[in-house]
């Protein structure tokens, strides 16, 4: 019997864990370990944030769908790997803390032999003084940051109700933050709930952004068909922040959170604040912030993980000018080089360099968007990892026949802009690949005629029926394998 060990169960290893187990049926045994009871629909929390749905319409109780699925599941941390075993034993494993009930404080090590690290983001809120919801800005990272910032986002448009003008910050709260996406989606939303109230005149909506043009979107930005014509995301990003009276500042780091105050340096190097109301700030980024260790004991952490705190895995980490920067550079089967039965699933893999180009303050600062997974390719990748190791197990192979690269594959994102069943609005955007092949394609680094951006009222139909196909999924309901990541 083979040990299949997943740790974290999001978009990437949730589907890991249920096509893994789906495939090797009862004689092999698929764990998860996660800190969190439930699943979330992250892309939905942007709703939770505007009180159009409720935490519990985006998200549901692990345990009872992996009981039913036959997975193990245990509700707990992963602190540190152990590839080579240890001191006493070879045998791989992973060092977990419980979180919760008898067994809370407590530590266990979880055998293994496979690997599949699926630990997403940490939301690394600290490296920003008084950043996040801790601090002084609210976040819809999650779904219980997404109530809290609804919660307080009322108090604002109450205060409008009674002619008070409120300033709305939105965008990312570290010079190397990604995630634009998310953000983006929040300010369209608060502008578009604004202009239903008819307090459109008492609002002022600031977007700040560490990308060095709108519609950057850490991913260097794409040229999209719209209409017939071909439009560089900066003039989509423009004409749809005009259209809904939102204001914008880029090239901005911003290094510190104030009650009501955000300070932020600019490409320039010059430094500035910016009055806020309500501030939704994404956080920058970094890995779970697991060890590893080796079969001595010894500490074997920059081995396995980038500096921050991603994990390594097949892509071409050698340091080179944003000139030779090639999509080939990007991993293909997301196995950790150092050890041929781990690997690194969604937003765990350590990227081998930004797709935007790096860009530097007067003053030394980076500022400028780290890259990033988005949903799509998260799933798509914890699939194709999953049967890769199923493969190894069921037939002994050493190959990773399955591959997804963010090079070669293309992604589709639904940005809402608005919710409504009649008047709602969403920009649909695809790209094909994710990262720019400028050897592939010369003129517009994208196959032209699959990267595309509309927007308007089927775009939201299409989102909200995602909400609900991508839940059925996730739920491991009847044929949940037929519909695609
Ligand atoms: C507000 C918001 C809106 C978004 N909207 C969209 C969208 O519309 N479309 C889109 O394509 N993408 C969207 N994204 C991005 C999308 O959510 C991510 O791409 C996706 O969640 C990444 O999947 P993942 O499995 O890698 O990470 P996650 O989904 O973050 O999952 C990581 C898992 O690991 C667990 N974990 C963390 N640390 C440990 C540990 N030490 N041990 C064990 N488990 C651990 C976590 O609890 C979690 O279960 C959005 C993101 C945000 C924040």
Redesign the pocket.
Known sequence: MAKVLI???????HTAALIAKRKLGKNHQVTV????SNYQW??S??WVGMGLMTPEQVKFELAPVYKRQGISYKQ????SLHPEGDTKSTTPYVKIKHIVGTQKDTEENIEYDYLIN?????LNFAATQGLGPEGFTDS??TFQHAAEAWHNLQKNLAKMEKGERQTFLIGTGHPMAT?Q??AF?YSLNIAFEVKKRKLDHLADIVWISNEYELGDFGMGGAYVKRGGYITPTKIFSESVFSEYGIRWITGAGVNKVEEGLVHYETLDGEYHTQQFDFAMLIPGFAG?G?KAYNKHDEDITPTVFAPNGFMKVDADYTVKPYEEWKASDWPSTYQCPAYDNVYA????FAPPHAMSKPMQSKNGTFIYPTPP????P?GVI?RVVAENVVAKIKTGTKENKHKASMGKMG?A???SAGYGIIDGQAAVMTVNPIVPDWEKYPQWGRNIDDTVGVIGLAGHWMKLFMHYMFLYKAKALPLWWMIPE
């Open positions: 740790l974290g169960a999001g978009i990437s290893g370990v996660s800190p969190n992250i892309p929390n942007i707990a941390l992963a602190v699926a630990t997403g983001p940490k819809v990272c995630c996406g998310a989606e779970a697991m699933a969604g937003i765990a997974r988005t949903g799509m998260s914890g992604a994102c639904i940005v």
